[in-house]
């Protein structure tokens, strides 16, 4: 497993594993409707662009393939965690968060994240704390997902 810094070339790649991550990994939790609709946020490229270099972002590479992503915004948000469905329980999720973490110890107290119902166990065992379950509205739809953050360098 190679942990890496994002390029810009990576772009495509990285907003499919977004979209297809959503669609199949998130069945259990979500509507058709509702993965549907998140998904088609991420076929922009020019909008994703400059969202990936506003931040610190990372991919994984395993078995030569990207496997997953994350955002680091400046503001201490761990964003766009996504790993490939056939990479999952294999620890890319949890080198990404560990990245972000390190890096956000240096200018924040706390990182913070709005995890999906699906990944929100993960975020508990990596010791994420539930701030507020709530209702975001994606392209009309209604999508659950829940603020947590973190309490670093303790």
């Not at 994703?48 to 972002?57: E, L, M, N, V, Y």
């Not at 991919?59 to 915004?73: F, H, N, R």
């Not at 766009?80 to 469905?85: D, E, P, Q, Y």
């Not at 999906?116 to 539930?130: H, I």
């Amino acid at each position: 497993m190679e942990l890496r810094k994002y390029r810009r070339a990576d772009l495509p790649a990285v907003l499919r594993i977004i979209r297809e991550t959503i669609l199949t990994v998130n069945e259990k939790e979500y509507t058709q409707t509702q993965l549907r609709a998140w998904a088609s946020c991420f076929e922009d490229e020019r909008v994703w662009a400059d969202r990936f270099q506003s931040g610190s972002a990372w991919v994984v590479i395993m078995d030569g393939e990207l496997a997953g992503c994350s955002l680091l915004t400046k503001d201490g948000v761990a964003d766009l965690l996504f790993v490939h469905k056939d990479y999952l329980r294999r620890g890319a999720a949890s080198r990404l968060l560990w990245k972000m973490e390190a890096e956000a110890s240096t200018r924040h107290d706390y990182l913070r994240t709005e995890a999906s119902l699906t990944a929100l166990p993960f975020f508990q065992v990596m010791g994420f704390k539930v701030v507020e379950r709530q209702i975001k509205i994606t392209k009309g739809i209604s999508i659950k997902n829940i603020k947590m953050c973190k309490k670093l360098n303790t």
